[in-house]
């Protein structure tokens, strides 16, 4: 007797419209994916039973009891429709299954979660911009995060550049090579002998006057930067990262890090097209910036 | 064929080997390594064959000095630069063992890569060992990982930014790049995490999938035995040049003595 195929069912919709939910519900909100991921899941279930064997209960029995010649004459034991051995392997793996899970989830979250979790950038503060001569850059070097100490000291490329109607304007590039990482160094000299420290909230800053003539270089893989941080030559894929920047209480004060695509223009008259900070490496326009769409919070 | 022994020297040695006995009897752990070291190989096998166990040498090598170095090593990041130089200079054979961490790492990879081309130039990765091939190949990669991580623990300038320079690497491999950095240096920034981090999978994870994978490894190499170099009529797909028989006793049946005095180093090798 040929066997009727299913027909056609309405759950592999269910189960789609479900897959279409969670997945616009990862982007916009928590509740919605979950209700995705709950249709996905009522109607991927109704869906597999269909296909794997809901209908053939449905074969009429006397097809399904017919004696099969040849078959083993063993009787099959009365009431054991369910062997007991194959309910305790099951229910030994599934239980060991779930105590996996439950030991394994918390601490592989406990691993990977606390580097994308809490991650927050520190204000800077570098002392008063008077500090700061005008068209003059310096470079800083100071403690981002004092709590964790000399880790993470960061150094930065700093310039005064005057007025801008009125209120200060600063360029601040960060030494950050944009290939790898590597700190760039100032084509020019650096007074030493003029070096500052500065005693700020977030401990002592140093400030060495420096002219960076042929801008910025990087000492590993040969990246050249002007001294807008605009790459000139080498590997980077893009220019110097640069700070936000903000003026309390007559401190110039270093934000948050962003990348930088482009600028146009020098100094205060500098027009940045600026980007969610990347990291070293990755293109920030252009097609290539296809391949990094997320960022990890910064 | 071994002289007859005196009943006494065969009592001592059944006393001598009582512990191996009762070990034997009760996990057939003697038999299995005499199974492992003994077990046939080809006869035309080759000093080339033997990289892989210098490989495994080598590993084992790195395995003691690794640990007798995390006994003064201190992760941190005032502190592990300090603690280096304090193995180096003030610790009893501290420079010796370190030195042997050291470069007995260089002498591990280049063992691996050296074995590797042995077993491509023999072809001894062709069926039935594919899969011992892959898993080498995941022993080189998690070897190398082994070495990444250990470079940046000595923390000076060379060590870290080489370590940063290799995170962010990682960060340029596409769509998932970013995050592994994030993964790798345990937040966005390099911070102290990143050093314990990289400890914990110097130390820990990493030895540890070594040790895995080189079990996986050792146990097809016996399952699946060693193969013949290409040259040997063997693995041309002969069956091998006949053996010759051996000649029939002279006196079948009759133990014949070694003559008294007749060097054991002039029998034949099994």
Not at chain 1, 98 to 121: E, Y
Not at chain 2, 16 to 22: H, I
Not at chain 2, 77 to 101: K, N
Not at chain 2, 215 to 236: I, K, Q
Request: net charge neutral; with cysteine.
């Amino acid at each position: 007797m040929e066997r009727h195929q299913p027909p056609p069912s309405l759950w592999p919709v269910g189960f789609a419209v479900g897959i279409v939910c969670l997945l616009v519900g990862l982007v916009v909100s928590w509740p919605a994916a979950a209700v995705g991921a709950g249709l996905a899941a009522v109607f991927g279930f109704l869906w597999a039973r269909d296909v794997v064997g809901g209908r053939a209960a449905e074969l009429p029995p006397e097809a399904a009891e017919e004696p099969v010649p040849g078959a083993s004459a063993v009787p099959a034991e009365p009431g054991e429709r369910y062997p007991r051995n194959v309910f305790l392997e099951g229910a030994t793996l599934g239980l060991g299954a779930v105590v996996g899970v439950v030991v394994a989830l918390p601490a592989i979250g406990f691993a990977v979660l606390p580097a994308f979790l809490k991650q927050k950038q520190h204000e800077v503060d570098l002392g008063p911009i008077t500090d700061f001569p005008e068209g003059q850059f310096m470079v800083a070097t100071f403690i981002r995060d004092p709590s964790l100490g000399d880790i993470t000291r960061r150094t930065a490329y700093i310039r005064n550049n005057g007025l801008l109607n009125g209120v200060p304007s600063f360029t601040c590039i960060s030494n950050r090579c944009a290939h790898l990482g590597c700190p760039v160094q100032p084509g020019g000299p650096v007074f030493d002998n003029k070096a500052q420290t500065v005693k700020t909230a977030n401990g002592d800053v140093t400030l060495v006057p420096v002219l960076p003539a042929a801008g910025f270089i990087c000492p590993c893989h040969g990246g050249s930067y002007d001294q807008e941080g605009s790459r000139i030559a080498g590997p980077p894929v893009r220019g110097l990262d640069r700070y936000e920047f903000l003026i309390r209480n007559g401190h110039l004060v270093l934000g948050d890090l962003y990348s930088v695509v482009k600028v146009t223009g020098t100094g205060a008259q500098a027009k940045i097209t600026k980007v969610e900070l990347h990291g070293p490496g990755q293109h920030a326009d252009g097609p290539e910036s296809w391949l990094y769409p997320l960022q990890p919070p910064h | 064929m071994p002289r007859r022994k005196s009943e006494r020297r065969q009592n001592m040695e059944q006393m001598a080997l009582y512990p191996l006995d009762w070990l034997e009897e009760r996990s057939g752990l003697v038999g299995g390594v005499k199974y492992f070291l003994f077990r046939k190989v080809p006869g035309d096998t080759n000093w080339f064959h033997t990289l892989g166990s210098a490989t495994l040498t080598a590993f084992l090598v790195q395995l003691v000095t690794g640990v007798i170095l995390a006994m003064y090593y201190k992760p941190g990041t005032e502190t592990a630069h300090a603690s280096i130089d304090h193995i180096q200079h003030d610790v009893t054979l501290g420079w010796l063992v370190r030195g042997m961490h050291k470069w007995g790492a260089s002498v591990f990879i280049i063992l691996m890569f050296l074995h590797m081309g042995r077993v491509f130039l023999f072809g001894a990765y062709k069926y039935p060992r594919e899969l011992n091939w892959i898993i080498g190949v995941l022993l080189l990669a998690t070897g190398l990982f082994e070495g990444l991580t250990g470079y940046l623990l000595p923390f000076d300038q060379t060590s870290y930014w080489a370590s940063v320079v290799a995170i962010n690497i990682n960060g340029t491999a596409p769509f998932v790049g970013p995050y592994l950095a994030s993964l790798l240096r345990g937040g966005a920034e390099i911070g102290p995490d990143t050093l314990s981090r990289f400890y914990s999978l110097h130390m820990l994870v990493v030895p540890g999938a070594l040790i895995g994978l080189i079990t996986l490894h050792l146990y097809l190499v016996v399952r699946l035995g060693v193969s013949s170099p290409p040259w040997s009529d063997e693995a041309a797909g002969g069956t091998g040049a006949p053996e010759p028989e051996p000649p029939p006793p002279a006196h079948p049946g009759l133990v014949q003595p070694r003559p008294r005095g007749a060097s054991l180093r002039g029998r034949p090798t099994e």
